[in-house]
């Protein structure tokens, strides 16, 4: 009986019934158990379990979309993988994923081309990473989904979104203008979601508010910003900094003074931000480090060590030109 059977006839991954039968790593006391008990029915000693021999190399799956959205967060995700799999003497095999398209992650898996994957998005209805929980190949995320067993590595977006935005309430902001991506990013909904629990905190009526969801479409800027302005919105607020860019790219152009005329932040910061006259007050969460930590917290797992199932990493606000009522937060 190999490790691949044990893992099929109990419903675990295989790195789990690996850890129960070496006694290495992280595992529940009733798991372990479980799995040892059927092990010895089966005739297997867990001493005598080897691990399959491993590639030491990781996949990961950028979204198809990545030259046209998040770019810069994608890249420095991708940078702070490369920099821990290569420490830990890993290599990195970069595959492009579509939504619905598992064909090119399934043969990778048949292929035992890579010993885990990290996906770089969370989406609903996933099927990459419903295909990958139904074989139990370890994988690791960039966000959260509801599967236990796929290793988690975020910020709390939610939390963040609201904190920046309340933060904007306490400056007797009371009308906004909020512009998000694609909603089916899990990401765009819990900015969403946040943007609402700092309105509902501060009893700001709902319905006075713009919410501008999955924008796509740049010939809408304008569009936006007049609408923006004709009711009355103090300030716009950009779900990411490719948004943010191309809003205060034409507000630049068509020579509005930020704040004075509207104020504009994000809820996610790059460096683009920065360059803009005035600088864009934003939510700044370090995609370098969450990429370098699915890729130790996978390698861990996939090697049997001790390893983290979930990490949040703190995000901070940072306060620049664009916002404030006297131009300053």
């Given amino acids: 009986m190999t490790i691949e059977q044990i893992s099929r006839d109990l419903g675990v991954s295989k790195s789990t019934v690996s850890r129960a039968l070496s006694g290495k790593g992280r595992i529940g006391p ?40 998040n770019t810069q967060f994608f890249q420095e995700c991708l940078l702070g993988v490369s920099e ?82 309340s933060l904007i309430i306490g400056q007797g902001y009371r009308r906004f203008a909020l512009v998000v991506g694609d909603m089916e990013f899990e990401v765009n909904e819990e900015r969403r979601q946040g943007f609402y629990d700092a309105v509902d905190r501060f009893g700001l009526p709902r319905e006075q508010q713009l919410v501008y969801p999955n924008f796509t479409d740049v010939e809408l800027v304008d569009s936006i910003i007049s609408d923006a302005l004709i009711t009355r919105a103090e300030c716009i607020v950009c779900g990411d900094d490719v948004i943010c860019t191309r809003m205060m790219s034409r507000l630049l152009a068509k020579r509005y003074r930020i704040p004075r005329d509207v104020s504009v932040v994000s809820l996610y910061n790059s460096t683009n931000l920065e360059c803009f006259s005035p600088a864009v007050t934003s939510v700044n969460i370090s995609a370098k480090w969450m990429g370098d930590m699915a890729a130790k917290q996978l390698i861990n797992c996939l090697e049997g060590k001790s390893y983290q199932e979930k990490t949040m990493l703190d995000y901070e606000i940072l306060f620049r030109q664009s916002a404030g009522k006297d131009g300053r937060i």
């Fill in 84 to 165: 821990a799999a290569s420490l830990l003497q890993y290599n990195v095999m970069v595959v492009a994923g579509a939504r619905n398209d598992v064909s090119r992650i399934r043969a990778m898996v048949e292929n035992k081309t890579v010993d885990g994957f990290i996906l770089m998005r969370s989406v609903e209805d996933d099927l990459i990473l419903k295909y990958l929980t139904e074989i139990h190949f370890p994988t690791a995320l960039t966000g959260q989904c509801g599967c236990k067993e796929v290793i988690q590595v975020d910020s709390d977006n939610r939390k963040a979104a609201e904190s920046l935005v």
């Fill in 30 to 69: 009733e798991t372990r158990k479980r799995i040892q008990e059927y092990a010895a029915q089966a005739g297997v000693k867990a001493a005598a379990q080897k691990q399959p021999e491993r590639k030491r190399c990781l996949g990961l799956v950028l979204p198809v979309d990545v030259y046209t959205t």
